[in-house]
């Protein structure tokens, strides 16, 4: 199987949405990941999903909030873990009881976010996470592969710990109901991503993918390929997908981002978009300052340079507002790129 990035650009080629389409997303350049959900709260990012809804909590939540610091910071649409690993939905799921309907705050997240994005003129996109602790259904996930003896793990390349564990069939339907809750409630969104998308066979992901297309045929798709620079993209594990995440990396220093992709005798133009937090921590955690002036326009001036966006992570507190050294830190980098004549 031949995947290696392709040197001669065709005219239109073969992925689902137009060079237009395609091209207009990049335009965008800059966006804000928020990761926000019951890791805020349980103090772990890969939740075994075992806390009570009630653990949930935010007592002084403020959507509006981020969305106009994203806005502010020069962000042109932000994306939101709707569900990550601890499988706490940001929305009352009617597929579980596990959401903020029963937790310690009832807001609709979901909601409230795409409201603050309609009124503030930031585009908005979901976050949506394969590996579910909580809603298991018979299957194996990371966390189990984890917790096994050294011996008992698979070795070998950074994803065989993913293609060791599996979702059952029994999930890959409450994913997909879910995902019809979150696609067709809450009216258009720019991007829509999966992660951990290997826990999926590759059927399915590719029926996961055709739906969601259907149900937002404007938004690009981001089945998320994971830690690296962008230099691979590796088919079992992640495609179909609209864009190459390169996850706590930079795109490659040699090539840059190579857009054009030879995947199974055919090209493909898949833009990359570059996530990383503005501290080390995907989620807030209390003492996890922001990177510094100088790092963190660098990430921005590389990412850009080498033709990808830049989904920078801000993850907002318990109480449910973006913190004051996060928000000091994004207008400095709004500052610093308003004088280059970049913002």
Same mark, same amino acid.
């Given at each position: 199987?031949?995947n290696?990035?392709s ?5 239109a080629?073969?992925q689902r ?11 965008l350049?800059?966006g804000?990941?928020?990761h926000?959900g019951?890791?805020?709260f349980?103090g ?7 806390q009570?809804?009630t653990?949930y909590? *935010? $007592? ?11 806005r502010?910071?020069g962000m ?21 009881? @596990?959401?903020?309907?029963t937790?310690?705050?009832?807001t $609709?997240v979901v ?9 503030r003129g930031?585009l908005?996109?979901? !976050? !949506?996470?394969?590996w579910?602790?909580h809603?298991?259904?018979?299957? #194996?996930?990371?966390s189990?592969?984890r917790a096994?003896?050294p011996?008992?793990q698979a070795q070998?390349?950074?994803h ?5 564990? !599996? ?13 019809e809750?979150?696609?067709t409630?809450?009216? *258009?969104v720019a991007?829509?991503w999966?992660d951990?998308?290997?826990l999926?066979?590759?059927?399915i ?7 969601i ?7 690009v798709?981001m ?6 620079d962008?230099?691979k993209l590796?088919?079992e594990?992640?495609w179909p997908?609209?864009l190459?995440a390169i996850?706590?990396?930079l *795109? $490659?220093?040699h090539?840059?981002h190579?857009k054009w992709r030879e995947?199974?005798?055919r090209r @493909?133009?898949?833009?990359?978009e #570059?996530?990383? *937090?503005?501290?080390r921590?995907?989620f807030h955690v ?8 100088a790092?963190?326009?660098?990430m921005?001036l590389v990412?850009r340079s080498?033709?990808t966006?830049l ?6 507190d318990?109480r ?6 996060f928000?000091d830190?994004l207008?400095?980098?709004?500052? $610093?790129l ?5 913002a």
């Open positions: 199987m031949n290696t990035p040197t001669i650009a065709p005219e080629g073969a949405l137009s060079l237009a389409q395609l091209q207009a997303w990049e335009k350049g800059y804000m990941f928020i926000f019951m890791s805020t349980d772990q990012e890969l939740s075994r999903g075992d009570p809804s653990c909590a *935010p $007592n002084q939540l403020d959507v509006d909030q981020w969305v106009s610091v994203a502010d910071a042109k649409y932000a994306v939101l873990t709707t569900k990550h690993v601890a499988g706490h939905a940001l929305w009352p799921s009617r597929h579980t009881d @596990y959401h903020v309907g937790s310690g705050n009832p $609709n909601e409230k976010f795409v409201t603050a994005c309609q009124r930031v908005p996109g979901f !976050y !949506y996470c394969s579910d602790n809603h298991r259904f018979g299957g #194996v996930t990371p189990d592969i096994l003896p011996e008992q070998g390349g950074r065989m710990i993913y293609y060791q564990a !599996y979702a059952t069939p029994q999930y890959w339907d409450f994913q997909l109901a879910q995902l809750e979150l696609l409630g809450y009216g *258009p991007e829509v999966i951990i998308p290997g999926l066979p590759r059927g992901r590719t029926e996961h993918y055709r739906q297309a259907r149900w937002q045929p404007g938004a798709i089945m998320n390929h994971g830690i690296g962008g230099s590796e088919v594990y992640a997908t609209d190459l996850e706590r990396f *795109p $490659n220093s090539t840059g190579v995947i199974e005798a @493909y133009y898949v833009p990359g #570059v996530c990383d *937090p503005i501290g921590e995907w209390d003492d996890d300052p922001p990177r510094s002036d790092e963190l326009l660098g921005y990412s080498r033709d966006n989904l920078l992570d801000v993850g907002p318990r449910g507002l973006i913190p004051p050294r928000v830190a207008m400095r980098l709004r500052q $610093n308003d004088r280059l004549g970049l």
